[in-house]
């Protein structure tokens, strides 16, 4: 089991920036992946960004490319989703998750952290 606790979240003016973190406890050591996505009402949830927990890989998904950048501290075991310029669309509730070791998805996630953008 891996437990995961998002925080950072807030509301904010479009054009400012927020950094969101996840902090990962228990079976660390069998995190493979872990990716941050977003639902925003009447939406259904969609990919953010992931990077890998060894080699630090990452991928974004086209809208917040250039904007939105992730990151990890492995000795915190915390990933970070540093959120620039940010834009009204890109509210929503904002979800870490965990993709152990030899499993094909998502298996572990957080509760959510609400980023709201004022226009």
């Given amino acids: 089991q891996v437990q995961l606790v998002e925080s950072g979240g807030g ?3 479009a054009g ?7 902090a990962a ?7 493979y992946r872990t990716g941050w ?3 925003a ?11 890998m927990w060894s080699g630090g890989v990452t991928s974004y998904r086209g809208s917040v490319q ?5 990151s990890k501290d492995n000795v915190k075991n915390t990933v970070y989703l ?19 070791g030899g499993a094909g998805q998502y298996d572990y996630w957080g509760q959510g952290t609400q980023v709201t953008v004022s226009s």
């Fill in 66 to 70: 250039g904007r939105f950048f992730i």
């Fill in 41 to 51: 009402p009447g939406k259904e949830r969609e990919f953010v960004a992931d990077i």
């Fill in 16 to 22: 400012d920036s927020l950094r969101l973190s996840c």
């Fill in 82 to 100: 540093q959120m620039n310029s940010l834009k009204p669309e890109d509210t929503a509730v904002y979800y870490c998750a965990v993709q152990p």
């Fill in 25 to 31: 406890s228990g079976r660390t050591f069998s995190i």
């Fill in 11 to 13: 509301s904010v003016q």
């Fill in 37 to 39: 996505f977003r639902r």
